[in-house]
């Protein structure tokens, strides 16, 4: 079994700054690409930043200069450092990896969410 836990949401004020973490566990053999997803009600999930395993990384465009993703290899860890937050970034923010178990190829995995919440 592979679980993806995020971390770091919360509450803050406009221009403020958060830091998300997921951490990736279980039968992993593999990690491959892992991204941030997030979706504001009524709108679809959208994708905000994506990250290879050689540490090449891809942003939307709203978030350009904002945000930044990173990844800890050996902790099996993403992270999304977000900066100059608007209230437009409100939104549930799901971790997605593409990852390899010991028995099996590779899957897409999704965390549970975490909640980002930014005040005006």
Do not use: H
């Not at 993806?4 to 279980?26: K, P, T």
């Amino acid at each position: 079994q592979v679980q993806l836990v995020e971390s770091g949401g919360g509450l803050v004020q406009a221009g403020g700054s958060l830091r998300l973490s997921c951490v990736a566990s279980g039968s992993i053999f593999r990690i491959g690409a892992m991204g941030w997803y997030r979706q504001a009600p009524g709108k679809q999930r959208e994708l905000v930043a994506v990250i290879s395993s050689g540490g090449s990384s891809n942003y939307a465009d709203s978030v350009k200069g904002r945000f930044t993703i990173s990844r800890d290899n050996a902790k099996k860890t993403v992270y999304l450092q977000m900066n100059s937050l608007k209230p437009e970034d409100t939104a549930v923010y799901y971790c997605n990896g593409e990852i390899g178990r010991v028995v099996g190829g590779f899957s897409s995995y999704w965390g549970q969410g975490t909640q980002v919440t930014v005040s005006s």
